[in-house]
Protein backbone atom coordinates (compact mmCIF):
# COMPACT_ATOMS: atom_id res chain seq x y z
CA UNK A 1 0.00 0.00 0.00
CA UNK A 2 1.65 3.64 -0.78
CA UNK A 3 1.88 6.07 2.02
CA UNK A 4 -0.52 8.37 2.96
CA UNK A 5 -0.01 12.19 2.26
CA UNK A 6 -2.09 14.98 0.30
CA UNK A 7 -0.94 13.07 -2.62
CA UNK A 8 -3.31 9.85 -2.08
CA UNK A 9 -6.28 12.18 -3.04
CA UNK A 10 -5.13 13.90 -6.66
CA UNK A 11 -7.10 13.03 -9.21
CA UNK A 12 -6.65 13.82 -12.99
CA UNK A 13 -9.18 16.86 -13.45
CA UNK A 14 -9.51 15.99 -17.10
CA UNK A 15 -10.82 12.67 -16.50
CA UNK A 16 -13.24 13.01 -13.47
CA UNK A 17 -14.89 15.58 -15.19
CA UNK A 18 -15.36 13.47 -18.49
CA UNK A 19 -16.36 11.12 -16.06
CA UNK A 20 -18.74 12.78 -13.96
CA UNK A 21 -20.60 14.75 -16.93
CA UNK A 22 -21.28 11.41 -18.84
CA UNK A 23 -23.05 10.27 -15.55
CA UNK A 24 -24.54 13.33 -15.18
CA UNK A 25 -26.25 13.19 -19.24
CA UNK A 26 -26.70 9.53 -18.63
CA UNK A 27 -28.63 10.53 -15.45
CA UNK A 28 -30.74 13.43 -16.66
CA UNK A 29 -31.51 12.88 -20.29
CA UNK A 30 -31.73 8.97 -20.76
CA UNK A 31 -32.54 7.51 -16.94
CA UNK A 32 -34.92 10.41 -15.91
CA UNK A 33 -35.84 11.91 -19.09
CA UNK A 34 -35.48 15.26 -17.87
CA UNK A 35 -34.71 18.24 -19.93
CA UNK A 36 -31.84 19.74 -17.99
CA UNK A 37 -31.26 20.64 -13.63
CA UNK A 38 -31.81 22.87 -11.25
CA UNK A 39 -28.90 23.80 -8.71
CA UNK A 40 -29.22 25.42 -5.90
CA UNK A 41 -26.59 27.69 -5.54
CA UNK A 42 -24.61 28.81 -2.08
CA UNK A 43 -22.00 30.58 -3.42
CA UNK A 44 -19.44 27.95 -1.74
CA UNK A 45 -17.43 25.25 -3.59
CA UNK A 46 -19.35 22.65 -4.24
CA UNK A 47 -22.45 23.92 -5.43
CA UNK A 48 -20.25 26.15 -7.76
CA UNK A 49 -18.56 23.04 -9.35
CA UNK A 50 -21.96 20.82 -9.76
CA UNK A 51 -22.98 23.85 -11.68
CA UNK A 52 -20.22 23.89 -14.15
CA UNK A 53 -20.24 20.55 -14.45
CA UNK A 54 -23.67 20.32 -14.98
CA UNK A 55 -23.13 23.32 -17.90
CA UNK A 56 -20.47 20.96 -19.14
CA UNK A 57 -22.65 17.95 -19.52
CA UNK A 58 -25.82 19.62 -20.66
CA UNK A 59 -25.44 22.97 -22.08
CA UNK A 60 -25.18 26.22 -19.98
CA UNK A 61 -28.50 26.93 -21.65
CA UNK A 62 -30.19 23.62 -19.39
CA UNK A 63 -29.09 24.90 -15.91
CA UNK A 64 -30.67 27.45 -13.36
CA UNK A 65 -28.96 28.25 -10.50
CA UNK A 66 -31.36 28.75 -7.77
CA UNK A 67 -30.29 31.61 -5.07
CA UNK A 68 -32.74 31.06 -2.31
CA UNK A 69 -30.79 33.29 0.49
CA UNK A 70 -32.61 34.43 3.63
CA UNK A 71 -32.89 36.61 6.45
CA UNK A 72 -29.44 35.35 8.12
CA UNK A 73 -27.44 34.03 5.08
CA UNK A 74 -24.02 36.01 5.21
CA UNK A 75 -24.22 39.10 3.80
CA UNK A 76 -21.98 37.98 0.69
CA UNK A 77 -24.03 34.63 -0.16
CA UNK A 78 -25.82 36.02 -3.09
CA UNK A 79 -22.95 37.73 -4.58
CA UNK A 80 -21.16 35.11 -4.87
CA UNK A 81 -24.01 32.58 -5.30
CA UNK A 82 -24.54 35.26 -9.57
CA UNK A 83 -20.92 35.15 -9.12
CA UNK A 84 -20.35 31.42 -9.62
CA UNK A 85 -23.67 31.17 -11.90
CA UNK A 86 -22.01 34.03 -13.89
CA UNK A 87 -18.56 32.21 -14.29
CA UNK A 88 -20.57 29.23 -16.02
CA UNK A 89 -22.79 31.71 -18.24
CA UNK A 90 -25.67 29.95 -16.67
CA UNK A 91 -29.02 31.75 -15.53
CA UNK A 92 -30.04 32.32 -12.30
CA UNK A 93 -33.00 33.01 -10.39
CA UNK A 94 -33.15 34.71 -7.18
CA UNK A 95 -35.66 33.28 -4.20
CA UNK A 96 -35.80 35.03 -1.21
CA UNK A 97 -37.17 32.52 0.97
CA UNK A 98 -37.37 34.46 3.98
CA UNK A 99 -41.08 34.77 3.95
CA UNK A 100 -41.74 31.49 3.59
CA UNK A 101 -39.67 30.92 6.50
CA UNK A 102 -41.67 33.52 8.40
CA UNK A 103 -44.87 31.86 7.72
CA UNK A 104 -43.81 28.67 8.43
CA UNK A 105 -42.61 29.44 11.72
CA UNK A 106 -38.85 28.82 11.58
CA UNK A 107 -37.09 31.61 13.35
CA UNK A 108 -39.98 31.78 16.10
CA UNK A 109 -40.07 28.10 16.35
CA UNK A 110 -36.41 28.09 17.04
CA UNK A 111 -35.87 31.31 19.07
CA UNK A 112 -38.62 29.68 21.02
CA UNK A 113 -36.68 26.86 21.53
CA UNK A 114 -33.55 28.89 22.52
CA UNK A 115 -35.12 30.53 25.27
CA UNK A 116 -35.82 27.18 26.96
CA UNK A 117 -32.42 27.54 27.76
CA UNK A 118 -31.55 31.17 27.79
CA UNK A 119 -34.61 33.25 28.80
CA UNK A 120 -33.63 36.53 27.83
CA UNK A 121 -32.42 35.75 23.74
CA UNK A 122 -34.69 37.29 21.62
CA UNK A 123 -34.60 40.21 18.52
CA UNK A 124 -31.47 41.09 17.39
CA UNK A 125 -29.51 38.03 19.32
CA UNK A 126 -28.00 36.07 16.94
CA UNK A 127 -26.77 32.42 17.60
CA UNK A 128 -24.72 29.43 16.23
CA UNK A 129 -24.45 25.48 17.78
CA UNK A 130 -21.03 24.46 18.00
CA UNK A 131 -19.44 21.03 19.37
CA UNK A 132 -16.30 20.38 21.60
CA UNK A 133 -13.18 19.52 19.66
CA UNK A 134 -12.95 15.40 18.74
CA UNK A 135 -9.00 15.57 18.95
CA UNK A 136 -8.35 17.31 22.67
CA UNK A 137 -10.05 14.67 24.84
CA UNK A 138 -12.45 11.88 24.71
CA UNK A 139 -15.51 14.66 25.78
CA UNK A 140 -18.78 13.23 24.06
CA UNK A 141 -19.80 15.61 21.29
CA UNK A 142 -22.32 17.47 22.88
CA UNK A 143 -23.56 20.51 21.20
CA UNK A 144 -23.64 24.01 22.92
CA UNK A 145 -25.86 27.22 21.72
CA UNK A 146 -23.45 30.03 21.58
CA UNK A 147 -25.73 33.44 21.53
CA UNK A 148 -24.83 37.03 21.08
CA UNK A 149 -26.65 39.61 22.66
CA UNK A 150 -27.25 42.58 20.60
CA UNK A 151 -24.43 44.53 22.64
CA UNK A 152 -22.46 41.68 21.93
CA UNK A 153 -22.37 39.57 24.90
CA UNK A 154 -21.80 36.22 24.64
CA UNK A 155 -23.65 33.30 26.16
CA UNK A 156 -22.52 29.12 25.87
CA UNK A 157 -25.13 26.59 27.29
CA UNK A 158 -25.33 23.49 26.79
CA UNK A 159 -29.01 22.99 25.73
CA UNK A 160 -31.45 20.57 26.79
CA UNK A 161 -32.26 17.30 24.84
CA UNK A 162 -35.94 19.19 24.06
CA UNK A 163 -34.46 22.57 23.14
CA UNK A 164 -31.81 20.95 20.89
CA UNK A 165 -34.07 18.80 18.80
CA UNK A 166 -36.35 21.97 18.59
CA UNK A 167 -33.69 23.93 17.16
CA UNK A 168 -32.40 21.69 15.01
CA UNK A 169 -35.56 20.85 13.82
CA UNK A 170 -36.88 24.85 13.03
CA UNK A 171 -33.86 25.84 11.41
CA UNK A 172 -33.96 22.59 9.28
CA UNK A 173 -36.81 24.84 7.63
CA UNK A 174 -34.26 26.55 5.83
CA UNK A 175 -33.06 23.39 3.64
CA UNK A 176 -36.20 22.24 3.73
CA UNK A 177 -37.78 25.53 1.93
CA UNK A 178 -34.83 25.36 -0.37
CA UNK A 179 -35.47 22.07 -1.79
CA UNK A 180 -39.11 22.73 -2.11
CA UNK A 181 -38.56 25.81 -3.86
CA UNK A 182 -35.92 23.93 -6.50
CA UNK A 183 -38.31 21.45 -6.84
CA UNK A 184 -40.98 24.16 -8.05
CA UNK A 185 -38.52 25.36 -10.87
CA UNK A 186 -37.50 21.74 -11.85
CA UNK A 187 -41.29 21.03 -12.27
CA UNK A 188 -41.83 24.01 -14.44
CA UNK A 189 -39.72 23.12 -16.67
CA UNK A 190 -39.37 19.18 -16.69
CA UNK A 191 -35.90 19.56 -15.11
CA UNK A 192 -33.84 17.26 -12.79
CA UNK A 193 -32.83 18.78 -9.20
CA UNK A 194 -28.79 18.17 -8.78
CA UNK A 195 -27.86 17.53 -4.74
CA UNK A 196 -24.46 19.27 -4.25
CA UNK A 197 -22.92 17.13 -1.15
CA UNK A 198 -19.32 16.13 -1.29
CA UNK A 199 -18.08 12.69 0.36
CA UNK A 200 -17.63 13.91 3.42
CA UNK A 201 -20.86 15.62 3.56
CA UNK A 202 -22.74 12.14 2.26
CA UNK A 203 -20.87 9.75 3.89
CA UNK A 204 -21.20 11.41 7.33
CA UNK A 205 -24.51 12.44 6.92
CA UNK A 206 -23.62 16.50 7.40
CA UNK A 207 -27.03 17.03 5.10
CA UNK A 208 -31.07 17.28 6.16
CA UNK A 209 -33.06 14.48 4.97
CA UNK A 210 -35.42 15.87 2.84
CA UNK A 211 -33.71 19.41 2.58
CA UNK A 212 -30.32 19.74 1.35
CA UNK A 213 -30.28 15.75 1.22
CA UNK A 214 -33.27 15.41 -1.91
CA UNK A 215 -32.16 15.55 -5.02
CA UNK A 216 -32.53 13.37 -7.85
CA UNK A 217 -28.78 13.30 -8.83
CA UNK A 218 -25.69 14.19 -7.16
CA UNK A 219 -22.52 14.38 -9.19
CA UNK A 220 -19.85 15.01 -6.56
CA UNK A 221 -20.62 12.61 -3.92
CA UNK A 222 -17.88 10.77 -4.35
CA UNK A 223 -15.35 13.17 -4.04
CA UNK A 224 -13.63 14.38 -1.53
CA UNK A 225 -13.64 17.93 -0.34
CA UNK A 226 -9.78 18.50 -1.62
CA UNK A 227 -10.94 17.38 -4.76
CA UNK A 228 -13.47 19.53 -5.13
CA UNK A 229 -11.45 22.21 -4.97
CA UNK A 230 -9.04 20.87 -7.78
CA UNK A 231 -11.54 20.21 -9.89
CA UNK A 232 -12.99 23.97 -8.90
CA UNK A 233 -9.64 25.25 -10.01
CA UNK A 234 -10.14 23.22 -13.82
CA UNK A 235 -13.52 24.36 -14.14
CA UNK A 236 -12.44 27.98 -13.78
CA UNK A 237 -14.50 28.74 -10.42
CA UNK A 238 -13.69 32.44 -9.04
CA UNK A 239 -10.92 32.49 -6.67
CA UNK A 240 -12.97 34.55 -4.05
CA UNK A 241 -15.16 31.16 -4.13
CA UNK A 242 -11.98 28.97 -4.00
CA UNK A 243 -10.58 30.75 -1.40
CA UNK A 244 -13.37 30.85 0.85
CA UNK A 245 -13.83 28.92 4.24
CA UNK A 246 -16.98 26.27 4.34
CA UNK A 247 -19.37 27.15 6.00
CA UNK A 248 -22.93 26.35 7.03
CA UNK A 249 -24.40 29.42 6.16
CA UNK A 250 -27.66 27.85 8.61
CA UNK A 251 -27.02 30.18 11.92
CA UNK A 252 -27.16 33.91 12.57
CA UNK A 253 -23.51 33.56 13.85
CA UNK A 254 -20.66 32.50 11.63
CA UNK A 255 -20.17 29.27 11.55
CA UNK A 256 -17.26 27.31 10.24
CA UNK A 257 -18.25 22.88 9.19
CA UNK A 258 -15.43 22.41 11.38
CA UNK A 259 -16.81 23.77 14.77
CA UNK A 260 -20.65 22.22 13.84
CA UNK A 261 -20.08 18.91 12.88
CA UNK A 262 -16.67 17.56 11.21
CA UNK A 263 -13.53 17.10 13.56
CA UNK A 264 -11.08 18.60 11.84
CA UNK A 265 -10.32 21.60 8.80
CA UNK A 266 -11.53 19.83 5.63
CA UNK A 267 -8.28 18.45 4.22
CA UNK A 268 -7.30 16.80 7.27
CA UNK A 269 -10.69 15.20 7.41
CA UNK A 270 -10.76 13.81 3.62
CA UNK A 271 -7.05 12.38 4.90
CA UNK A 272 -8.34 10.43 7.57
CA UNK A 273 -11.44 9.62 5.90
CA UNK A 274 -9.60 8.04 2.79
CA UNK A 275 -7.19 5.97 5.75
CA UNK A 276 -10.03 5.17 7.43
CA UNK A 277 -11.24 3.36 3.95
CA UNK A 278 -8.44 2.21 3.32
CA UNK A 279 -7.26 0.68 6.30
CA UNK A 280 -4.36 2.70 7.16
CA UNK A 281 -3.40 2.51 10.77
CA UNK A 282 -3.89 5.04 12.58
CA UNK A 283 0.08 5.46 13.79
CA UNK A 284 0.62 6.21 10.01
CA UNK A 285 -2.63 8.79 9.17
CA UNK A 286 -1.03 10.67 12.68
CA UNK A 287 2.37 10.91 10.83
CA UNK A 288 0.71 12.44 7.89
CA UNK A 289 -1.43 14.57 9.06
CA UNK A 290 0.91 15.78 12.20
CA UNK A 291 -1.26 14.69 15.09
CA UNK A 292 -1.03 12.02 17.96
CA UNK A 293 -2.14 8.25 17.01
CA UNK A 294 -4.38 8.81 20.34
CA UNK A 295 -5.97 11.79 18.18
CA UNK A 296 -6.64 9.92 15.15
CA UNK A 297 -8.02 6.86 16.82
CA UNK A 298 -10.73 9.72 18.07
CA UNK A 299 -11.35 10.89 15.08
CA UNK A 300 -11.78 7.31 13.18
CA UNK A 301 -14.11 6.69 16.34
CA UNK A 302 -16.22 10.09 15.75
CA UNK A 303 -16.59 9.07 11.73
CA UNK A 304 -17.86 5.64 12.39
CA UNK A 305 -20.20 6.49 14.87
CA UNK A 306 -21.48 9.60 12.55
CA UNK A 307 -21.67 6.84 9.48
CA UNK A 308 -24.05 4.85 12.05
CA UNK A 309 -26.36 8.24 12.60
CA UNK A 310 -26.38 8.60 9.22
CA UNK A 311 -27.88 5.36 8.00
CA UNK A 312 -31.40 6.72 8.84
CA UNK A 313 -30.43 9.80 6.65
CA UNK A 314 -29.81 7.78 3.25
CA UNK A 315 -32.54 4.99 4.40
CA UNK A 316 -35.26 4.64 1.45
CA UNK A 317 -39.14 5.01 3.00
CA UNK A 318 -39.19 0.84 4.20
CA UNK A 319 -42.04 -1.32 2.98
CA UNK A 320 -43.52 -4.21 4.02
CA UNK A 321 -43.16 -5.81 0.81
CA UNK A 322 -39.85 -4.77 -1.29
CA UNK B 1 -32.95 6.18 24.98
CA UNK B 2 -33.82 3.71 21.78
CA UNK B 3 -36.36 1.46 22.58
CA UNK B 4 -33.94 -1.49 23.35
CA UNK B 5 -34.90 -4.42 25.49
CA UNK B 6 -32.82 -3.77 29.01
CA UNK B 7 -32.87 -7.09 29.71
CA UNK B 8 -30.32 -7.93 26.62
CA UNK B 9 -28.09 -5.09 28.59
CA UNK B 10 -25.26 -6.31 30.68
CA UNK B 11 -23.07 -4.19 32.78
CA UNK B 12 -20.40 -3.48 30.80
CA UNK B 13 -21.88 -2.77 27.42
CA UNK B 14 -20.75 0.34 26.16
CA UNK B 15 -24.22 2.08 25.52
CA UNK B 16 -22.78 3.65 22.42
CA UNK B 17 -21.22 0.60 20.96
CA UNK B 18 -24.50 -1.52 21.61
CA UNK B 19 -26.71 1.33 19.67
CA UNK B 20 -28.41 1.57 22.89
CA UNK B 21 -28.13 5.39 22.60
CA UNK B 22 -26.99 8.24 20.59
CA UNK B 23 -25.13 11.56 21.13
CA UNK B 24 -28.85 12.76 21.52
CA UNK B 25 -28.99 10.00 24.00
CA UNK B 26 -25.98 10.75 25.75
CA UNK B 27 -28.08 14.41 25.95
CA UNK B 28 -30.91 12.68 27.44
CA UNK B 29 -28.95 10.42 29.81
CA UNK B 30 -26.86 13.61 31.18
CA UNK B 31 -30.43 15.47 31.86
CA UNK B 32 -31.55 12.72 33.81
CA UNK B 33 -28.82 11.82 35.63
CA UNK B 34 -28.93 15.54 37.21
CA UNK B 35 -32.75 15.42 37.87
CA UNK B 36 -32.85 12.29 39.53
CA UNK B 37 -29.80 12.14 41.50
CA UNK B 38 -29.42 15.93 42.07
CA UNK B 39 -25.99 16.36 40.86
CA UNK B 40 -24.70 18.30 38.00
CA UNK B 41 -22.60 17.11 34.99
CA UNK B 42 -19.82 19.46 34.61
CA UNK B 43 -18.63 19.48 30.59
CA UNK B 44 -15.41 17.63 31.44
CA UNK B 45 -16.98 14.84 32.95
CA UNK B 46 -19.07 13.66 30.15
CA UNK B 47 -16.65 11.17 28.77
CA UNK B 48 -17.54 7.44 28.10
CA UNK B 49 -15.54 6.39 31.43
CA UNK B 50 -18.22 8.09 33.35
CA UNK B 51 -21.71 7.47 30.93
CA UNK B 52 -20.99 4.52 28.47
CA UNK B 53 -22.17 1.64 30.49
CA UNK B 54 -24.17 0.85 33.85
CA UNK B 55 -20.94 -0.56 35.30
CA UNK B 56 -18.71 3.23 34.68
CA UNK B 57 -22.28 4.77 35.44
CA UNK B 58 -22.44 3.72 39.34
CA UNK B 59 -19.10 4.93 40.76
CA UNK B 60 -19.76 8.06 38.63
CA UNK B 61 -22.73 8.75 40.43
CA UNK B 62 -21.84 7.48 43.70
CA UNK B 63 -18.51 9.81 43.68
CA UNK B 64 -20.43 13.02 42.68
CA UNK B 65 -22.97 12.23 45.62
CA UNK B 66 -20.09 11.60 48.14
CA UNK B 67 -19.26 14.91 50.06
CA UNK B 68 -16.73 16.68 48.79
CA UNK B 69 -13.21 15.66 50.65
CA UNK B 70 -12.66 17.95 53.36
Known amino acids: ?322 | MMGQESSTLSRDDSFLDAGIIDSTGVLELIVFLEDAFGIQVEDEEMVPSNLDSIANLIPFIRSKQAPAAV
Open chain 1, 1 to 322: MPGLSPESLKIDCVEATGRITAFIRAAVIERFHKRGVVVGVSGGVDSSVCTALCARALGADRVLALFTPEGESGSETLRLSRLAAASQDVEGVLEDITPILEAAGCYRRRDEAIRAAIPEYGAGWRCKIVLPSVIDDDRYRIFSLVAMSPDGRSVKKRLPPDSYLGVVAASNFKQRTRKMVEYYHADRLNYAVAGTPNRLEYDQGFFVKGGDGLADVKPIAHLYKTQVYALADYLGIPDEIRSRPPTTDTYSLPQGQDEFFFSLPYDKMDLCLYALDHQYPAEETATALGLGPEQIERVYRDIRSKRKAARYLHAAPLLLEE
